[in-house]
T-cell receptor
């Protein structure tokens, strides 16, 4: 069974630009969560989607947004990029998002802002 | 509020020796606890979880973890370390209630860098 796939693996952008990251969950998984990983802040929760609905959102500005499609694939968008947005963005999927289910992670998208 | 602490940034151990990576948690109610490992330039890989039942949980690659409710701890252990175990280890907790602000959300510790030398 294929794992969680994130594309692209690496991105370089400049301040002010916007970016879209993609995540394909494990087949049959309907819950997708996104996390930002930085050396200074560690792993921080961005948002979670289930059946095309955002059920939860972390403490990030409105420049960070996402969506989920009917096939459970998810995208996140960051507008007006800032230097501090440089990070590894991780997507994780689980069957239904219930708390007793482990989340399975992709290898992430490394975003660098120049 | 849910939180996880990993008191050691770095753990060093010789190959063949037992290893322990420490984790303590704070959560309202009974916790759901997880361990993940991250290798360089990779995502997080699930190792094991504690939901209920036996306090000793066995996971992938020979790892196990012991849940201790009185000490609010969930330490990761392995009887004999391998050089290939060298990686960054994360402890995480979920709120079993899954309501509102906790839906779909893992709360992670800061991570512990494990180095196993030959």
């Amino acid at each position: 069974k294929a794992g969680v796939t994130q594309t692209p693996r690496y991105l370089i952008k400049t301040r002010g630009q916007q970016v879209t990251l993609s995540c394909s969950p494990i087949s049959g998984h309907r819950s997708v969560s996104w996390y930002q990983q930085t050396p200074g802040q560690g792993l921080q929760f961005l948002f979670e989607y289930f059946s095309e609905t955002q059920r939860n959102k972390g403490n990030f500005p409105g420049r960070f947004s996402g969506r989920q499609f009917s096939n459970s694939r998810s995208e996140m968008n960051v507008s007006t990029l800032e230097l501090g947005d440089s990070a590894l963005y991780l997507c994780a999927s689980s069957l239904t998002g219930e708390s007793n289910q482990p989340q399975h992670f992709g290898d992430g998208t490394r975003l660098s802002i120049l | 509020a849910q939180s996880v602490a990993q008191p050691e940034d770095q753990v060093n151990v010789a190959e063949g020796n037992p290893l322990t990576v420490k984790c303590t948690y704070s959560v309202s109610g009974n916790p759901y606890l997880f361990w993940y490992v991250q290798y360089p330039n990779r995502g997080l890989q699930f190792l094991l979880k504690y939901i209920t039942g036996d306090n000793l949980v066995k996971g992938s690659y020979g790892f196990e973890a012991e849940f201790n409710k009185s000490q609010t701890s969930f330490h990761l252990k392995k009887p004999s370390a391998l050089v290939s175990d060298s990686a960054l280890y994360f402890c995480a907790v979920r709120d079993p209630g899954d309501r509102g602000s906790t839906l779909g959300r893992l709360y992670f510790g800061r991570g512990t860098q494990l180095t196993v030398w030959p």
